[in-house]
């Protein structure tokens, strides 16, 4: 395992990735802007972390429920 940091955009796939997962739903959809995943990105969240907290904080129903 590599110690260098994940690339924004790679970055940014995994957060789709992972609203796709939760959600159904990716950043684009979703009308995420790319300065508030940098953001994210920067503070060390995961993107598993990041779209949870996203869908939280905008009302989005899990996929599972």
Same mark, same amino acid.
């Given at each position: 395992? $590599?110690? =260098?940091? /994940? $690339?924004?955009?790679?970055?940014?796939?995994?957060?789709?990735?992972? @609203? $796709?997962? !939760?959600?159904?739903?990716?950043?684009?959809?979703?009308?995420?802007?790319?300065? @508030? /995943?940098?953001?994210? +990105? %920067? =503070?060390? +969240?995961?993107? =598993?972390? !990041?779209?949870? @907290?996203?869908?939280? %904080?905008?009302? @989005?129903?899990? /996929? %599972?429920?």
């Amino acid at each position: 395992m $590599s110690d =260098e940091p /994940i $690339s924004f955009i790679d970055y940014r796939g995994a957060v789709d990735d992972a @609203l $796709s997962g !939760f959600f159904g739903t990716d950043t684009w959809d979703a009308g995420i802007d790319a300065d @508030l /995943i940098a953001s994210a +990105q %920067e =503070e060390g +969240q995961t993107p =598993e972390e !990041f779209a949870r @907290l996203f869908g939280k %904080e905008h009302g @989005l129903v899990n /996929i %599972e429920d």
